[in-house]
């Protein structure tokens, strides 16, 4: 078991340990910006990385406060979801709902994942970082094919 503190270090460790992973990356190596990410020009729209003592997920999120807006956001993704599981032979686990652990705030989430890996075993870490980049890599440029009419769409 781990302290809080320890805990707090591990995480640290892992995320600069994939920052490195990812400058080495042909397909990163090159860019200015590493990830997306919260930088969608979407307000509420958000690309994140999740990892836990289960699973590690790339996650679509939509999280704006309105759930009109974000309800009209999963349902128009819905209607692209060819488009935005391009790639992914098992498709992308759809969530309607879900309540975010961390703040309690109420969520869509589009997501891949990464099933039986522990972030606190160190010898799992390559396998997410590889699951990481490969599926945000394909998720990212996926979403970018549409993020314009989804822009478009939220505001009409």
Known sequence: MYSKDEIKKLRLTFWELFGKRCEVHPALQYRKRKWVLHRTKIKGVALRFDVSRKDAKVILELSNRSENLRLKAFEFLERYKVILEEGFEEGL????????????????????????????????????????????????????????????????
């Open 93 to 156: 686990i759809w969530e309607f709902f879900h309540e975010r652990e961390d703040s309690g705030k109420e969520i869509c989430r589009i997501y891949a994942q990464l099933p039986n890996v522990d972030f606190h075993r160190q010898n799992q870490w390559p396998d997410i970082f590889n699951f990481y980049i490969e599926n945000m890599l394909k998720l990212e440029s996926n979403f970018m094919a549409i993020r314009d009419l989804l822009q478009e769409e939220l505001k009409g």
